[in-house]
T-cell receptor, first 113, second 110 residues
Framework: DAGVIQSPRHEVTEMGQEVTLRCKPI?????LFWYRQTMMRGLELLIY????????DSGMPEDRFSAKMPNASFSTLKIQPSEPRDSAVYFC???????????FGEGSRLTVL | ELKVEQNPLFLSMQEGKNYTIYCNYS?????LYWYRQDPGKSLESLFV?????AVKQEGRLMASLDTKARLSTLHITAAVHDLSATYFC??????????FGKGTKLTVNP
C-alpha cells in the first residue's frame, strides 16, 4: 500500500514568494494532520482535518498560513508570503480515525532565503 | 496545556549496554505513542500503548505505560549501532491532538 505522499520533497524559495505544499493521505484514512519540525521548536501541530473538515487550526502560526482539504485524497498547506523563519520540514500525517496512530509522509523541506 | 517531557534529550551509549528513556506527560491520557526518526527521514511508529500497565516489545526495545504516574518508558537492551536515531514519545491527551516530546537523540557507539 502506498503511504502518505508529500510534494515537493525540497523547496527553496525567496522571501515573499508563495509556497504550496501538497499531501495525499493513505486511502481510507479519515484524519489528516500537518506538522512542522524545527530544531528549536521540535514537532508542532499546525492543523488537522477530519472527513475533510478543519477541526483545529490553533497551531497555525499566523494568517500567512492556510490549509485546505478539498477532498479525501488531497490537502494543501500554503504560505503566502513566505519568510525565512518559515524554513522547516513540514510533515503531513494521516490516521484511520481522529484518535488513531499517525502515519507520516516523508516531509517537505522548505528553505526560505 | 498539554506537555510531554522526555529525558534525556541526548544519549550516547556503547553497544551492548542497557538504558531507559523517560517520557512524562501532563494529561490523564491512556494513549501514548513512541516514534523513531532517522536523520533526514520521516517518523516511523514503534509502539502504541493504550492502557495502564501496557507493555510492548520489539527486538531490543520495550515500551511501557504507567498512567497513574503519567510516565512511559522506552527501554533499550544490549544496544546496537542500528538503534541510533531520535526517539519521540507522543501523548494523545484525551483529544485528537498528538503532542510530541522534544525527542531523545540516541547515539550507539561501537
Amino acid at each position: 500500500d502506498a503511504g502518505v505522499i508529500q510534494s515537493p520533497r525540497h523547496e527553496v524559495t525567496e522571501m515573499g514568494q508563495e509556497v504550496t505544499l501538497r499531501c495525499k493521505p493513505i486511502s481510507g484514512h479519515n484524519s489528516l494532520f500537518w506538522y512542522r519540525q524545527t530544531m528549536m521548536r521540535g514537532l508542532e501541530l499546525l492543523i488537522y482535518f477530519n472527513n475533510n473538515v478543519p477541526i483545529d487550526d490553533s497551531g497555525m502560526p499566523e494568517d500567512r498560513f492556510s490549509a485546505k482539504m478539498p477532498n479525501a485524497s488531497f490537502s494543501t498547506l500554503k504560505i503566502q508570503p513566505s519568510e525565512p523563519r518559515d524554513s522547516a520540514v513540514y510533515f503531513c500525517a494521516s490516521s484511520p480515525t481522529m484518535t488513531g496512530e499517525l502515519f507520516f509522509g516523508e516531509g517537505s523541506r522548505l528553505t526560505v532565503l | 496545556e498539554l506537555k510531554v517531557e522526555q529525558n534525556p534529550l541526548f544519549l550516547s551509549m556503547q553497544e551492548g549496554k542497557n538504558y531507559t528513556i523517560y517520557c512524562n506527560y501532563s494529561t490523564t491520557s491512556d494513549r501514548l505513542y513512541w516514534y523513531r526518526q532517522d536523520p533526514g527521514k520521516s517518523l516511523e511508529s514503534l509502539f502504541v500503548l493504550l492502557s495502564n500497565g501496557a507493555v510492548k516489545q520489539e527486538g531490543r526495545l520495550m515500551a511501557s505505560l504507567d498512567t497513574k504516574a503519567r510516565l512511559s518508558t522506552l527501554h533499550i537492551t544490549a544496544a546496537v549501532h542500528d538503534l541510533s536515531a531520535t526517539y519521540f514519545c507522543a501523548d494523545q491527551g484525551g483529544s485528537e491532538k498528538l503532542v510530541f516530546g522534544k525527542g531523545t537523540k540516541l547515539t550507539v557507539n561501537p
